[in-house]
């Protein structure tokens, strides 16, 4: 198919990113070693299908890719060329017409996460996502100090690696520990730079955050300061403080070919 411009075929809507997207590429970098990464995980592919691209982060450069995203606000944002508006459970393209899949943090937003990984497996012979496991232990302290409000909306969109891995058919799954400087602002990004969710602006580029009332942000966060003014937090985490890299759930799953 065409996918010269920005194509709009079967268009899902995704209102929390054509909400809250504006600004994403400032906060969300693209962090090299996650990068890295992924690039291996997708085994050399020349033709890429990134389906809930955003921005555009992660897409190899060796590679030609096609960005697939609902959002017309992040596919604003997208520097490349070969853009389709469109959701991961209905993907307009033919069958094997890729060599390789990538889905990094967006299965989590899928309405049919089963629907969409079949359509990665569809059109391309090889899957490689990157989410996030709900399960997982330990838990980021600004969620259980601050916003536990954040646990139980996180375990209701985000599903847990075990199943993802089950219904991907994966045979291969990486840990990703979240270095202390990781470029890419997601919520767990600045787990040793605690003065970072002061920020409303690295706030909004977390759909989490994005999403919560502001009567219960404006005391989390203003307690947050408090404790960072008091030296209370610095006594709390004072041994996380001395770690250079941080395992939070985040995986990188692998199948086909
Ligand atoms: C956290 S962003 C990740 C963007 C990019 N992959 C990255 O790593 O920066 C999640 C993306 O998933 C997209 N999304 C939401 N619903 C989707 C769906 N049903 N199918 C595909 N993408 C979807 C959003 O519009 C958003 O761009």
């Known amino acids: 198919m065409n996918t010269s411009a920005s194509a709009s075929a079967s268009p899902a809507p995704s209102p929390v990113y054509d909400r809250i997207g504006v600004g994403y590429r400032r906060v969300r970098q693209a962090d090299p070693r996650l990068a890295a990464l992924i690039r291996e995980g997708l085994g050399g592919a020349r033709t890429v299908v990134n389906v809930g691209a955003g921005t555009g982060s992660y897409e190899p450069v060796d590679a030609e890719v096609v960005a697939v995203d609902p959002s017309q606000v992040m596919l604003d944002q997208h520097p490349g ?3 389709v508006r469109a959701g991961a459970e209905e993907l307009p393209f033919g069958d094997g017409e890729f060599d390789a899949a990538m889905a990094v943090m967006t299965v989590h937003h899928w309405s049919g996460l089963r629907q969409g990984l079949a359509e990665l497996r569809r059109v391309a012979r090889r899957q490689v996502v990157f989410t996030w496991d709900p399960v997982h232990e330990p838990e980021l302290w600004v969620v259980g100090e601050y916003f536990p ?3 139980a909306m996180e375990r209701e969109r985000f599903t847990p690696v ?6 991907m058919g994966a045979h291969t799954v990486v840990p990703f520990p979240i270095p202390h400087d ?3 602002g997601l919520q ?3 787990w040793r730079r605690p003065e970072m969710f002061l920020d409303p602006v690295v706030r909004a580029a977390s759909s989490t955050f994005a999403q919560l009332p502001d009567s219960v942000v404006e005391p989390a966060v203003a307690r947050l300061r408090a404790d960072l003014e008091s030296g209370e937090w610095h006594r709390r985490h004072a041994e996380l ?3 250079e890299s941080v395992d939070y759930g985040y995986r990188l799953l692998i199948a086909g070919e």
């Open 81 to 83: 060329e070969r853009k």
């Open 149 to 151: 409000e954040i646990r």
């Open 162 to 167: 075990s199943d993802v891995a089950e219904a």
């Open 182 to 184: 990781f470029t890419d």
């Open 188 to 190: 767990t990004a600045y």
């Open 241 to 243: 403080l001395t770690r």
